[in-house]
């Protein structure tokens, strides 16, 4: 696809919320936006440079034998309870329940 046919919008002034150089950068590249605290949506060309980057260490990790895994996003809380992160975070990070009353994080 050509570079014309793309949705991304570059920004020029420095974003408010981006304190870190490397934030402000992916912002004004037009790689990602920023939705709330901590989470962002990966734009098209974001999402090319995601998708390369992962390409690389995926061949890098084949040539070691390595295995590739992908976890779930959430994660009974038995596992944060036996660690003790479960307390230790509090309130930053997301809890819920299923349907069955279970903690979930």
Partial sequence: MRLSKYFFETLREEQSEAELVSHQLLLRAGLVRQVAAGIFTY?????????RIEQIVREEMNAI???EI???VV?????WQQSGR???IGG??????DR??????
């Fill in 70 to 72: 992908v976890m779930p």
């Fill in 86 to 88: 479960w307390e230790q």
């Fill in 92 to 97: 930053d990070m997301a809890r819920l329940k």
């Fill in 100 to 105: 069955n009353g279970r903690d979930l994080c």
């Fill in 43 to 51: 734009l098209p060309i974001g999402m090319r440079v995601k998708r």
């Fill in 65 to 67: 034998d390595g295995q």
């Fill in 75 to 79: 994660q009974p809380a038995e596992l």
